[in-house]
Structures are given as C-alpha cells and as structure tokens.
C-alpha cells in the first residue's frame, strides 16, 4: 500500500501476557518512529529508527518495552508483561529522512486494551 | 475501571465560519512546525507546515501563522465544513543532532455543525 500499515488494528490482551505490534512503513522511508497516544491525550515519542544507526530509545518508558526494525523495513513493537497503564493506541510513523523538514506519515495505529 | 474522560479544548463552529487553532510551543529552539488533523480512529494526518524562518504560510483553505516572540502557532481553516470536525494537533520539531524530535501539543477538538 501507498501509507504507514500497521498491524493488528485492534488487540486485547489479558495483563501480564506479552504483545507485538507490527509496523510497515512507506516505501523507501529510512526513518521509523513509535509513539503512543493515550485517551485524549497527544502524542507520547518511544522510539526512532533511522537505516542502520543505533535506535533512539530515549522514550520508551520501562525495560518491558523494546523495538525492534530490520534494516529499512519492517519494526516491531513488542510489550512485555503487559500492565493496564500500557491500554493505548500505539502509532507508528516514517519519513523519507530524519531532517527537520520531512514530515511524518502516520498508520492508523494499533488500539492496545489490557484487561 | 473508570474511563478516563476527554480534556481536550473544543472549538465548536458552524459550517461555512472560519475556524482559529491555536498553540502554545514549548521550545524556542524548534525549527520547524507541523499541524496535524486526527479524525476519530485514525492516525493524525499532515495539513500543513511552516520552518521558524517564516511567519506565515498558506495552503489551501488553510493558513498557519507563527509568532515566535510569544511562541505561539495558530491554524485557520476558511469556510469550515463538516469534514473538519477532527482533534487537531501541532508539534514542534526540533534539530539538534541530525534527527527531528517531535513534540506533540495535546490537541484540540474541532466541532463543526451544519
């Protein structure tokens, strides 16, 4: 597809149960970010890819969140001994680079619901 | 448990009026500036942008202008329709060491009314 694809759109999980997120970015993209977006709230950074270079992990908010990308493709979001605080919306974005002026393309976002 | 309630600002408007967003910015350092539009189950969605060096720029139906003294961006959208209705978001990018670090506000809700 032409956009930002993630996967599942939808996921509930029982706490204390691991999950992964899948994240398909625009062709071509080198850039890679996650972000999580809680109920009416904004936009949370957790991590940013760029090609090969060592992942920007500066966001993520407790070692049971990693991610994972190979090369300029496809990343994974994987959430470990999930808590309830961890029910949000988990949205993945890329752009062509990681200069100032290349917006982010945004998916629809994968929406996390643990019992 | 008890769900936690929307605290987003809302902006309710009639079709046709024009529509002001505004936005306060936390970092006079940014360089660049983004509006986004969320629609509801969706992810946001690029509308309009503008680099520090400039104080206003145009798109269509749309204009942002930025007023970095007081640091402070704002969106208006001419002759509103009901397709605006949306959370619209701005963030600030900033460039320090070769990569954008984007800073989201926290939104506000656009309702318009036909």
């Known amino acids: 597809g032409a956009g930002v694809s993630q996967s599942p759109s939808n996921k509930v999980t029982e706490k204390g149960k691991d999950v992964e997120l899948r994240c398909d970015p625009i062709?071509?993209?080198?850039?890679l970010y996650w972000y999580r977006q809680r109920l009416g709230q904004g936009l949370e950074f957790l991590i940013y890819?760029?090609?090969?270079?060592?992942?920007?992990k500066s966001g993520l908010p407790s070692d049971r969140f990693s991610a994972e990308r190979t090369g300029e493709s496809v990343s994974t979001l994987t959430i470990q001994r999930t808590q309830q605080e961890d029910s949000a919306v988990y949205l993945c974005?890329?752009?062509?680079?990681?200069?100032?002026?290349?917006?982010?393309?945004f998916g629809d976002g994968t929406r996390l619901s643990i019992l | 448990g008890e769900s936690v309630g929307l605290h987003l600002p809302t902006l309710s408007v009639q079709e046709g009026d024009n529509s002001i967003i505004n936005c306060a910015y936390s970092?006079?350092?940014?360089?660049?500036f983004i509006w986004y539009k969320q629609e509801s189950g969706k992810g946001p969605q690029f509308i309009i942008d503008?680099?520090?060096?400039?104080d206003k720029r145009q798109g269509q139906r749309v204009t942002v202008l930025l007023n970095k003294t007081v640091k402070h961006l704002s969106l208006q959208i001419a002759a509103t329709q009901p397709g605006d209705s949306a959370v619209y978001f701005c963030?600030?990018?900033?460039?320090?060491?070769?990569?954008?670090?984007?800073?989201f506000g926290k939104g506000t809700m656009l309702l318009v009314s036909p």
């Open positions: 970092n006079s350092a940014s360089d660049y």
């Open positions: 503008i680099r520090s060096n400039m």
């Open positions: 974005a890329s752009s062509l680079a990681s200069g100032s002026n290349q917006p982010q393309h």
């Open positions: 062709s071509g993209h080198t850039a």
């Open positions: 890819f760029q090609g090969n270079s060592a992942p920007d």
């Open positions: 963030a600030e990018i900033f460039f320090p060491s070769g990569y954008s670090t984007l800073t």
